[in-house]
């Protein structure tokens, strides 16, 4: 069974910037590496255990943090737009979709992490994934647990590991 998942934006940005930056292809497991936000597309890619859902919106705003000169990316929108094709690929192959809001929702302070939580709510996920701190105080928001990268690299780690141990009689 597959879990749905949404991922901030700083988790989808720092996929590639924060680390092994290489979007060629991702690896397989185990999704552990000096770059959490890559291991969570690791995760997403390997299409075992969570569905990664997206919307526009989101997608918008992966284009304008890499392409942004004042946060220290600056990519060429070419390179961003390459990289949202290979977010759209990941997407297909968890068996997530793309998904545009029809509630508004303003339980955070910031304007957009609650872009995050509308869908969230929309596509009934799972659970969120986000290194912010004003959605990481937030969970569980609507029962539904927002927890940094590391954390869900490590639990899903922990998950996989656990499975490949022989059972005891």
Excluded: Q
């Excluded at 069974?1 to 292809?25: I, P, Q, T, Y």
């Excluded at 220290?72 to 737009?81: K, P, R, T, V, Y």
């Excluded at 969970?139 to 539904?144: C, E, I, M, Y």
């Amino acid at each position: 069974m597959s879990h749905a998942v949404v991922f901030d934006v700083n988790v989808l940005a720092g996929a590639v910037v924060a680390g092994r930056s290489d979007f060629e292809s991702w690896p397989s497991p185990p999704p552990t590496s000096d770059n959490p936000f890559a291991d969570c597309l690791d995760i997403a890619n390997d299409a075992r255990e969570f569905s990664l859902w997206l919307s526009e919106h989101i997608l918008h705003n992966v284009v304008d943090v890499l392409t942004d000169p004042n946060n220290g990316f600056g990519w060429e929108i070419e390179m961003a737009e390459e990289y949202v094709d290979i977010l759209w690929d990941i997407n297909e192959a968890s068996g997530g979709g793309v998904a545009e809001p029809r509630e508004r929702v303003n339980d955070c302070s910031d304007y957009e992490d609650n872009r995050i939580l509308e869908l969230a709510l929309e596509c009934d996920a799972d659970l969120i994934v986000s290194d912010d701190e004003h959605l990481v105080v937030m969970s569980p928001w609507r029962g539904r647990p927002i927890v940094r990268p590391r954390e869900f690299a490590a639990r899903t780690d922990a998950m996989r590991r656990a499975e490949r141990r022989p059972r005891r009689k």
